[in-house]
């Protein structure tokens, strides 16, 4: 249980050339699962808002793609290292380019204000594999969407770059320290030693049926979860957000939860895509299925069986989808 990903919380208003309404995300985990570590475009931000100069050169990291590409990477980590990004830059060489890390999957949308000189974009799925290749044209305003909800690392290069290096789609993209979500996704975080108190809680509902479900907000609720309770009665519910999806070999496990639950694996459009029974004090992780799960709801063991809630459920909050109140802000 030492792989709990790390507390991201950005105000992004406007990448140099990403358009992205985010909230101030914190990552949220069930019983500390075993993780690492798509939105509409934004209005556009007001001029004050906008950097106003280039940014120096940020720290690099070689980047591998496939067998055959390397590239020197610089790495726009901070909100105000990505709203500037390229911006302004005059001279991009053949090997100047870009990561960012984008906080959880979405359908990426970047454009050019401010940027001068036309660029090559690959859209990266949190596994590494490379999505989607856009040009970029300089000083274009208008939005380049991914097709694909599923985007979370953008490698921005000199316009041309992946055509004449023979890098395509289905490409793997990997770091000098191993795969990209080892890399930017996943942190370590202590044990908890004891339950937490009841969190607020917000109205969730399941088709005709209604949960009052606990929301861990924080590094520390998000880590300790249900962990260490004794008494989960059939009202008992807590929602975690994911930043990015559970990938193989991650999962939800029950180390230190007394109790058996239920969880239901919720797809990024609210749908439940997978009902798993979680044992009691399995330090088993209980894996997806589904590549693209960002959404746990967990109940006491059984609890969609006994209301009749199943597979392709959608689930709302009392303010709307799920994306819509947990996501956009």
Request: include cysteine; hydrophobic fraction near 40%.
């Amino acid at each position: 249980m030492s792989d709990l990903p790390s507390l991201v919380e950005k105000h992004f208003r406007l990448r140099h050339s990403v358009r992205v309404n985010l909230r101030n995300f914190v990552i949220q985990i069930a019983v500390v699962p075993l993780l690492a570590g798509c939105n509409q475009p934004a209005a556009p931000a007001s001029e004050n808002q906008m950097p106003t100069h280039a940014q120096p050169t940020l720290p690099k990291m070689k980047i591998y793609l496939g067998s055959t590409g390397v590239l020197d990477t610089e790495l726009a980590l901070t909100p105000e290292e990505e709203e500037t990004g390229m911006m302004f830059r005059t001279n991009i060489p053949e090997s100047d380019s870009m990561l960012f890390v984008l906080p959880y999957p979405m359908a990426a949308s970047f454009w050019m204000t401010n940027c001068p000189v036309s660029l090559s974009a690959a859209y990266i799925s949190p596994d590494g594999v490379i999505e989607e290749i856009h040009h970029l044209e300089k000083n274009d305003a208008i939005p380049v969407t991914a097709t694909n909800d599923n985007i979370q690392f953008v490698l921005e290069t000199t316009d041309g770059w992946f055509a004449r290096h023979n890098i395509g789609v289905g490409t793997v993209i990997r770091t000098e320290k191993g795969a990209l979500s080892d890399t930017f996704l996943r942190k370590s975080f202590p044990v908890p030693t004891h339950g937490q108190p009841t969190l607020p809680e917000m109205k969730i509902y399941l088709g005709a049926e209604v949960l009052d479900a606990e929301l861990a907000t924080t590094a520390d609720e998000v880590a300790t979860g249900l962990m260490y309770r004794t008494n989960i009665t059939d009202e008992t519910a807590m929602l975690f957000v994911l930043p990015q999806p559970i990938l193989p070999p991650d999962g939800f496990y029950m180390t230190n939860c007394p109790i058996s639950l239920s969880a239901a694996y919720i797809g990024p459009d609210g749908v439940i895509e997978e009902i798993h029974h979680l044992e009691k004090n399995d330090p088993t992780p209980v894996v997806a299925a589904n590549k693209n799960i960002v959404y746990v709801l967990e109940v006491n063991d059984g609890w969609f069986a006994r209301h009749n809630i199943g597979l392709g459920t959608l689930v709302r909050s009392e303010t709307g989808s799920l994306n819509d109140t947990f996501r956009r802000r």
